[in-house]
């Protein structure tokens, strides 16, 4: 079950949503047909990442978390698409770069990009997506300057604290040293709670809503992505 029929009541946004991951994997191989360079195997990479669509969970979290502020302070719509976009776009990023870390053949039922292509190729893919959501994140066009600022940092923080968390459980398995439980909980929280988490606080960001309701969406986030995982 993905997004869309999970929660029908935002299945048109995040319709929208696909369409916007599908416009900028043209951006991606549009700059690259722009910079003089053959297009055909960045089409055939970035396109082999979307060819099979993600439940949009993620994008989902955005949506619904918009949703519990009130409408005066609701952040525009093309705002919260952008938003939307770029968590997903984040997230699969993550993935193209875990799958790298982890030798996996298969992905969604299709070989990895990295099974596909290679792993050089698909390290720089992965960075050519979180570029893109980045550069989505930049392009929001909220009302006060101080929200694109919040939200900037909090995913420049969330990335950083999920390439901790891989690297983490990359010298824990590497070492084969156990670990306590606490510290179990915490590498899940940061390879995976800290993006949900971050979802939930940037739509209330994005929507102005106040600072407790903006923490408690985190907290639903992050609680929700220790379950998930």
Request: charged share 20%; with cysteine; aromatic share 6%.
């Amino acid at each position: 079950m993905d997004g869309k029929q999970a929660f029908p009541s935002i299945a048109p946004t995040l319709g929208a949503v696909e369409q916007e991951l599908r416009s900028q994997a043209r951006a991606i191989v549009g700059n690259w047909s722009g910079n003089c360079s053959p297009q055909d195997n960045i089409e055939r990479t970035v396109g082999h990442i979307f060819a099979r669509q993600g439940k949009l969970l993620r994008p989902a979290l955005v949506l619904l978390s918009a949703g519990m502020v009130e409408k005066r302070e609701r952040a525009p719509e093309h705002a919260l698409l952008r938003l939307a976009t770029a968590v997903e776009l984040i997230h699969s990023a993550s993935l193209v770069h875990d799958d790298i870390i982890d030798g996996e053949p298969l992905r969604r039922g299709e070989p990895t990009l990295n099974r596909r292509y290679g792993d050089h190729t698909a390290v720089l893919v992965g960075d050519l997506l979180y570029a893109r959501s980045f550069a989505l994140l930049t392009s929001l066009e909220l009302p006060r300057w101080e929200q694109h600022r919040e939200i900037f940092h909090l995913f420049c923080e969330t990335t950083q604290a999920m390439c901790l968390g891989e690297i983490r459980e990359q010298q824990v398995l590497e070492s084969g040293s156990r670990v306590g439980f606490e510290e179990y909980l915490n590498i899940l929280r940061n390879k995976t709670a800290v993006l949900m988490s971050a979802c939930c606080r940037g739509a209330a960001i994005a929507c102005a809503a106040a600072p407790q309701l903006a923490a408690t969406l985190a907290e639903f986030g992050s609680s929700f992505g220790m379950a998930f995982q």
